[in-house]
């Protein structure tokens, strides 16, 4: 019963390849997030989406593109792998509306580039 | 399962004044993080506190950790507007998961 499934768990992948990391929640929420974990373990926001539409997207490199097939799936599609790529890239998902916004991680994707 | 439990789990006060909150957790950590996140936003890492440090400050933040009590408080002095939000502390432990807790919801009145 994974709250947010993220696939795959590892990837390792070299320079120059185009890769796709899937992520799925069975919460019913209707916000969903990217986030890549750096070497000093902060999260930084890259995309939220909210019912299918982008309504976050940081400063990130065009090389990533998000697509959401549907609210309960957020995929994170990256072009033209660097070497800075390399690290943890996690998903979360929350339900809009009053009070604290509780985010639900996924267990994150260990991605190296080669 | 959250590990981090904040508390309270919301406040109001007024603009200028000071907000606390605090985070307990029940395991042994390397690290415990501070987050914001305002409404329909992300989270956004405010500072980090190494589980050998006591007290960190980042320009009206202020942390601290008391590792024998399991627990970090947050303080913001002279809070502005701009400050309402949810913050949430998170740590990593041993197996280096991150473990977000239900978040403070703060709101500064005019």
């Known amino acids: 019963d994974t709250a947010v499934s993220q696939t795959p768990k590892y990837l390792v992948t070299q320079m120059g390849n185009d890769k796709s990391i899937k992520c799925e929640q069975n919460?019913?929420?209707?916000?969903m997030y990217w986030y890549k974990q750096d070497s000093k373990k902060f999260l930084k926001i890259m995309f939220s989406?909210?019912?299918?539409?982008?309504?976050i997207n940081e400063t990130v490199p065009n090389r990533f593109s998000p697509k959401s097939p549907d609210k309960a799936h957020l995929n994170l599609h990256i072009n033209s792998l660097e070497l800075g790529d390399s690290a943890v890239y996690f998903c979360?998902?929350?339900?809009?509306?009053?009070?604290?916004?509780?985010?639900?991680f996924g267990p994150g994707t260990r991605l190296t580039v080669t | 399962s959250q590990q981090g439990e904040e508390d309270p789990q919301a406040l109001s006060i007024q603009e200028g004044e000071n907000a606390t909150m605090n985070c307990s957790y029940k395991?042994?950590?390397?690290?415990l993080q501070w987050y914001r996140q305002n409404s329909g936003r992300g989270l956004v890492h405010l500072i980090l506190i190494r589980s050998n440090e006591r007290e960190k400050h980042s320009g009206r933040l202020r942390v601290t950790l008391d590792t024998s009590k399991k627990s970090s408080s947050l303080l913001i002095t002279a809070s502005r507007a701009a400050d309402t939000a949810s913050y949430f502390c998170?740590?990593?432990?041993?197996?280096?998961?991150?473990?977000f807790g239900k978040g403070t919801r703060l709101h500064i009145l005019p």
């Open positions: 989406y909210n019912n299918k539409e982008l309504i």
């Open positions: 919460l019913g929420h209707d916000t």
């Open positions: 395991t042994s950590i390397n690290n």
């Open positions: 979360a998902s929350s339900q809009m509306g009053q009070g604290t916004i509780q985010q639900y």
């Open positions: 998170a740590t990593d432990g041993p197996d280096d998961k991150i473990i």
